[in-house]
């Protein structure tokens, strides 16, 4: 399922290529570093170098993690977990498990179906990966921007389901179907409540581009969608609460306990086909956590108006010290996204598991209704503001002058330096997204104003 | 590099289609479904329709077709049950459909689309630069959303309607205008905001209608038919 | 060859899906492959429709038609779907050549 983002990519480029290449300064610098390649030639190695980078954050972070809920657990539970493969920590435990289950025999069972057999695996890992491709690492860092990066990453992230489903089936076991069944069941139900909660930072926001739903919330911790309204602030718990069900991640973990227990759909697999149910797992664990930083706690800014001043003031966009204040974001965005990770595996092995109908009672009978409420309440909340206290927000300016220049209308768009007009007293700033530096994927092009077309 | 682009998943639509086909086994044609499908959503992105190809992966691939397997799970009697064709309705069936489609193509390429006087070439017209974020890379949710609740502004504000402009005075729309100077709410072009509610009360009764159609009845013998 | 891609290349790709789909429909005894043949059909709609807004003078009224288009099938195929389901309770199959007594 990459492929359909593999089609924006290249057709961004496309679009753009009729006058110019100027949309996207990957492509332009590999134009120039190598232009021998041509048009389509370049938009395909930006393409390959989008997904080889995107790929090592959908590789690595699950690596990481698999080795600290050994750990985590092993605290938790009073023991050391790892501690000899790689040094005292273990810190090469998962490269030794990932090496011994590539080395194991590639069973199937005589009676499964061969080709959904095999093909399963696959969908899942496709899907939790393509989730990456639209999500903003830093500023200006994303493999592809849209106007519609949630929905598009939310869609695509709705694959794993029929992976799921079909590698229940194809095992040709009464236990590994009941068991895909009720995990897809779970994972489809879960969905209402994630896109209801999931909308209520864009209706804050105006916009569905994660990237500038993270400029908003630039300056100060208290313009951190979080506390923004106490809608919202509860939203972001259920919002967590419902992607630890639609990870399949305790204490809705049906099919681990299962496995536990007699199957589940991954009973026949083994191996390294295994092993990608798990790796897309972990994925899907850390793109949420991903998502509910950059939607609800501010992503990339550190909360502290010194500090994400210093990062915005280090000088230029363009060149290498943007790129540092860039790295310094992505740092500060994943030391985050880790540490919802770890609450994740925390109250993994805390919390006591549900059986499957108190998993869709829950879903059913009180997520649904309360993100209902909840998404009411957000829409209202402005209003109510205005009718009682004459501002649209509780503290902090009003969204409208947090808006990125990118998405500013028409009349605005002759003011082409962002910050000179948005860095006074209110403390918001933006870095920025428009200039074109050459390592890097830039996003903000894509929604470039009429005057510099 | 587009016609690259195209053609590959042209050829995935075409041939998971083909393949929905001539399969026999239910659980596979809802996976062939599944990639004509997501290639018809890499179409959607292609043709510079960002949320309609978003939402046909999310309820197409991620709801329906989830559906349609669940229904296959729910009514197998036996895992890998296949109700076959004899090879005389297949070759019936292919007949017609070769008919059909030799008819449907021609009629389809016989056509001098740039005949007509509003489309120049296969460029698009009815477009609006509308400054920022245009609808032509693809954002067309801004578009679409304001279109659901009522308000076309790509085609108002730009003055592509006999309407003019929401907020000009009547008088003075006659010189920018080349059209009437009628009162301005009269004119300005319909949204879509009934369909859109319509849509809703409709969805809400699916709900309710299927969920009581597929209770758990109290268990009574079968007959087979 | 490798010319600009144009408004007939997109409807020649539509067609063939709804053939596909309306073959499907006509051929298959499986009720759900039916089902899965109306999907079929409607996606060739849907291309049709989205080429049309995208080469033609349709504007965003295709890309609108085709949204209302993907959850009209969707709400259709919930409602199919649980007729099937009743079907299959009623009489333990779901070859729709057998479903031909009015009477169950």
Redesign the interface.
């Known amino acids: 399922m990459i492929s359909p983002v593999l089609a924006k990519t290249l057709s961004d480029g496309l679009n753009e290529s009729t006058d110019s290449l100027h949309g996207s300064g990957l492509v332009e610098w590999i134009l120039q570093a190598f232009p021998l390649l041509g048009t389509g030639g370049a938009l395909l190695l930006a393409a390959v170098i989008h997904t080889a980078l995107v790929g090592l954050f959908f590789g690595l972070p699950a690596f990481i993690f698999i080795w600290a809920e050994r750990k985590v657990a092993g605290r938790i539970q009073d023991r050391l977990g790892p501690t000899r493969t790689g040094g005292r920590f273990g810190w090469l435990q998962s490269l030794a498990d990932g090496v011994k289950l590539i080395q194991k025999e590639d069973l199937a069972p005589e009676a499964a179906d061969h080709l959904l057999f095999r093909v399963s695996p696959y969908i899942v890992v496709v899907a939790a990966f393509s989730a990456f491709i639209f999500v903003p690492f830093s500023d200006g860092w994303t493999a592809v921007s849209m106007d519609i990066g949630l929905f598009v990453a939310l869609a695509v992230l709705s694959l794993e389901v029929l992976g799921i489903v079909l590698a229940g089936y194809s095992s040709a076991s009464k236990w590994s179907l009941f068991g895909g069944m009720r995990e897809a069941a779970q994972m489809v139900s879960y969905e209402v409540p994630l896109g209801l909660t999931a909308v209520i930072p864009v209706v804050i926001a105006g916009t569905m581009n994660l990237n500038d739903i993270v400029s908003m919330q630039s300056g100060g911790f208290w313009n951190w969608f979080l506390l923004h309204d106490p809608f919202a602030f509860c939203a972001f718990f259920l919002f967590f609460t419902v992607t630890l069900a639609s990870n399949k991640r305790a204490p809705f973990d049906l099919a681990e306990a299962e496995s536990e227990l007699v199957g589940g759909f991954h009973t026949e697999y083994s191996g390294m086909r295994w092993s990608f149910f798990f790796l897309a797992e972990y994925a899907a664990m850390f793109f949420v956590s991903m998502l509910a930083v950059l939607l609800f706690l501010g992503g990339w800014w550190t909360g502290l108006p010194v500090l994400d001043q210093a990062l915005v003031a280090l000088p230029g966009g363009a060149g290498a010290w943007g790129y540092l204040s860039r790295v310094i974001a992505m740092v500060i965005l994943l030391s985050k996204t880790g540490l919802l990770v770890f609450v994740q595996i925390w109250i993994r092995w805390t919390l006591p598991r549900l059986r499957i109908d108190q998993v869709m009672t829950t879903c059913l009978k009180y997520l649904v209704p309360i993100s209902c409420f909840l998404f009411l309440g957000v829409v209202t909340w402005p209003l109510i503001l205005l009718s009682t206290i004459q501002s649209s927000t509780l503290w902090g300016a009003p969204l409208g002058e947090r808006v990125p220049a990118s998405t500013r209308p028409v009349e605005m768009e002759q003011q082409t330096h962002p910050l000179n007009e948005r860095s006074g007293s209110t403390g918001h700033s933006k870095m920025e997204t428009e200039t074109v530096t050459p390592l890097v994927a830039n996003s903000g092009t894509l929604h470039r104003t009429g005057g510099e077309r | 590099?587009?016609?690259?682009?195209?053609m590959?998943?042209?050829l995935f639509?075409?041939g998971g289609?083909?393949a929905?086909?001539f399969s026999q086994?239910?659980?596979?044609?809802?996976?062939y479904?599944?990639i004509?499908?997501?290639?018809?959503?890499?179409?959607?992105?292609?043709?510079?329709?960002?949320?309609?190809?978003?939402?046909?992966?999310?309820?197409?691939?991620?709801?329906?077709?989830?559906?349609?397997?669940?229904?296959?799970?729910?009514?197998s009697?036996s895992?890998?049950s296949?109700?076959?064709?004899t090879p005389a309705?297949?070759l019936?069936?292919?007949i017609?459909?070769l008919t059909?489609?030799t008819l449907?193509?021609s009629t389809?390429?016989s056509v001098n689309?740039s005949q007509?006087p509003?489309?120049v070439g296969?460029t698009?017209?009815?477009?609006v630069?509308?400054?920022?974020?245009?609808?032509?890379?693809?954002?067309?949710?801004?578009?679409?959303g304001t279109?659901?609740l009522g308000l076309?502004f790509?085609?108002d504000l730009a003055g592509q309607t006999v309407a003019a402009p929401v907020h000009e005075h009547p008088a003075t729309a006659a010189q920018g205008e080349q059209t009437l100077s009628v009162a301005p709410a009269e004119r300005l072009s319909t949204g879509?905001l009934l369909?859109f509610e319509i849509?809703s009360m409709?969805?809400l009764v699916?709900?309710i209608?299927?969920?009581y159609?597929?209770r758990a009845?109290r268990s009574r013998t079968?007959?087979?038919? | 060859m490798t010319g600009q891609v144009g408004l007939n290349e997109y409807l020649a790709v539509a067609a063939i899906l709804f053939v596909c789909g309306l073959v499907c429909m006509a051929t298959k005894r499986n009720s759900i492959g039916v089902l899965m043949g109306v999907e079929l059909v409607l996606n060739g709609a849907n291309i049709n429709l989205v080429a049309f807004s995208r080469f033609g003078t349709l504007g965003l009224e295709g890309q609108l038609m085709a949204l209302f288009v993907i959850v009209l099938a969707a709400a259709e195929a919930a409602v199919a779907l649980a007729i099937v389901l009743n079907f299959y309770n009623n009489h333990l199959t779901i070859d729709v050549d057998q479903a031909d007594e009015l009477k169950n």
């Open positions: 590099m587009h016609w690259f682009l195209f590959f998943y042209a639509a075409a289609a083909l929905v086909v086994n239910i659980v596979r044609m809802a996976f479904l599944v004509s499908l997501g290639a018809t959503a890499a179409l959607f992105f292609l043709l510079d329709a960002d949320f309609v190809g978003a939402t046909q992966l999310l309820i197409y691939v991620g709801g329906t077709v989830v559906l349609l397997i669940f229904g296959v799970m729910l009514t009697s895992p890998f296949s109700i076959k064709n309705e297949l019936q069936g292919g017609v459909g059909f489609l449907l193509i389809a390429l689309w007509s509003e489309m296969g698009q017209l009815a477009r630069e509308e400054g920022f974020n245009p609808r032509q890379e693809g954002n067309t949710s801004r578009s679409i279109a659901l076309r790509d085609r879509y369909p849509i409709h969805l699916v709900l209608g299927a969920s159609l597929a009845k079968a007959s087979p038919v």
